[in-house]
């Protein structure tokens, strides 16, 4: 496809579980960046990757959230032990430049929305 | 108080009405801004961006950056239906390493026929 990618599209986990979201950014892609966005919010940051290197990861907002991007492609987000405050929808973000590029666009996913029983 | 503040809305305004859009920010770090629109169940998309004070204009939108007051706002002329959806503005620093965007709450604008 044209554009990232994510998946699964809804996700609904009792609290407690594990859950894993899934990034295809587009290919060629340098950078990818993952936003949490709370429902009449506005997205967050959490974590920034160029190709495999995790270079940023001050916003996970606990050691329950874990991201990782192996091949420097595919990305997964991992939430371990969910709670209430978790539900929210987890975004997606690619672009083509290297870290330092200013103008860079950034293209987003359609996101996970993710619920929390 | 959170880095970039925005009214979040919502904004109801008739077909062909001129909208404005403001976010003011507190960081002087801040270079780089932009505006996205957020469609219903989408991911938001880039509109606009810019690096200095003063106007940018694309079309029916123009961007307008005030840094001495920390202030960017965003006009649509001739809105359209078409044009309802959540407005974002977002903004970065542009130091070494600082790759993050830092989002408004957005904008939720409606554009009645």
């Known amino acids: 496809g044209a554009g990232v990618s994510q998946s699964p599209r809804y996700k609904v986990a009792k609290r407690g579980q594990d859950v894993a979201l899934r990034c295809d950014p587009i290919?060629?892609?340098?950078?990818l960046f993952w936003y949490q966005q709370a429902l009449g919010q506005g997205p967050e940051f959490l974590t920034y990757f160029q190709n495999e290197a995790q270079l940023d990861k001050s916003g996970l907002p606990s050691d329950r959230f874990f991201a990782e991007r192996p091949e420097g492609s595919v990305s997964t987000l991992k939430i371990q032990r969910t709670q209430q405050e978790d539900s929210a929808v987890y975004l997606c973000?690619?672009?083509?430049?290297?870290?330092?590029?200013?103008?860079?666009?950034?293209?987003f996913g359609s996101g996970t929305q993710l619920s929390v029983l | 108080q959170k880095e970039v503040e925005q009214d979040p809305g919502p904004l109801s305004v008739p077909e062909g009405a001129i909208v404005s859009l403001n976010c003011t920010y507190s960081?002087?770090?801040?270079?780089?801004f932009m505006w996205y629109r957020q469609y219903s169940r989408k991911g938001p998309e880039l509109l606009m961006y810019t690096y200095s004070s003063g106007n940018k204009e694309d079309g029916r939108f123009t961007a307008q950056v005030d840094k001495s007051s920390k202030y960017i706002s965003l006009f649509i002329r001739d809105s359209q239906p078409s044009d309802s959806a959540t407005y974002l503005c977002a903004m970065r620093a542009l130091i070494q390493g600082a790759q993050k965007l830092v989002f408004g709450q957005g904008t939720r604008l409606t554009i009645n026929p």
């Open positions: 290919s060629g892609h340098v950078s």
């Open positions: 960081n002087s770090a801040f270079q780089y």
């Open positions: 973000a690619s672009s083509l430049r290297r870290r330092g590029g200013t103008n860079e666009k950034l293209f």
